[in-house]
């Protein structure tokens, strides 16, 4: 199998597979969606009653939204996450699952109102390195006399378990497009061109390129309109152009990384149970 990585970015990843099986694709595709483990806020306790500000005025602890509401949008915001440090909390030995630096994130949030509550007020206890990726996700807006006091827990999920320890969105691949313009046939009226919704086709000095293959979506329009017939597109199973996002917790690369390893782990068990049947 070659791999060719066209983009990688910090939070998106574009590479073309060749010499490789469709569900090999997909397989890689359900590990990055299900499989890749990520910190994500679990458990979130708030603060009931009066809160007594710097300077003695006082606010109740209450919002505008459901406490339920708000612990479902803490627990969507991306957490930074250190594959190598964090494991999971039921198979930590360090603390037997009671909740330590090696396993669990502790977080608080204090605001007053009247303001709006974002996910940058999300402060970490102890380690300031693990404040949050996007610090501008809004979560509640406080009116006057309003206030906001509470403390989260993050721990290590998979997207399996729930969307909020989903590391990968978008994650999607088609078949490389093979597009060929018969040039015995073509007149050069540059109806391919002209129909094109994805500007796949340049019409120059009495030649048709195709000179963005990967753009094309095969909505076959070009053969559909095509007046001599003389455009066909198809799909190369064998060369795969597969791409994904994250959502920032992880890295593109260490996504993709985790995501390789751990279908070769499994690849690997199972080849290993099915030389031991007898």
């Known amino acids: 199998m070659k791999v060719d990585v066209l983009k ?32 994500a806020i679990e458990d979130v306790e708030f603060h009931l009653g009066p809160i007594r500000g710097e300077e003695g005025e006082e606010s109740e602890s209450v919002t505008p939204l459901f406490d339920e509401v708000i612990a479902h949008r803490l627990g969507l915001i991306p957490i930074p996450t250190d594959l190598e440090l964090f494991t999971f909390r039921d198979q930590c030995k360090d603390c037997a699952s009671e909740g330590c630096p090696n396993c669990t994130i502790m977080y608080s949030l204090n605001k007053k109102g009247p303001c709006t509550v974002y996910s940058g007020d999300l402060e970490p206890v102890g380690d300031s390195s693990l404040k949050v990726v996007d610090e501008k996700i809004p979560i509640v807006k406080l009116g006057g006399g309003q206030a906001m006091l509470v403390y989260a827990t993050a721990i290590l999920g998979t997207g399996k378990d729930h969307a909020k320890w989903q590391v990968a969105q978008g994650v999607g691949y088609k078949y490389f497009p093979v597009i060929e313009v018969d040039g015995d046939k073509c007149d050069f009226c540059g109806v391919c061109a002209e129909v094109c919704p994805r500007d796949v086709f340049s019409v120059k000095k009495k030649k048709v390129e195709v000179k963005s293959p990967l753009d094309c979506n095969f909505c076959m329009t070009c053969v559909e309109e095509c007046p001599k017939k003389c455009v066909s597109v198809e799909g190369d199973p064998t060369k795969i152009h597969f791409h994904f996002e994250t959502d920032g917790s992880l890295k593109a690369a260490d996504a993709l990384r985790f995501a390789l390893n751990s279908l070769a782990e499994k690849f690997e068990s199972l080849g290993k149970k099915v030389y031991s049947l007898k």
């Open 8 to 39: 990688l970015e910090d939070r998106y990843a574009e590479l073309t597979l060749e010499d490789v099986d469709p569900n090999f694709a997909n397989a890689l595709r359900r590990t990055l969606v299900a499989d890749i483990p990520k910190m």
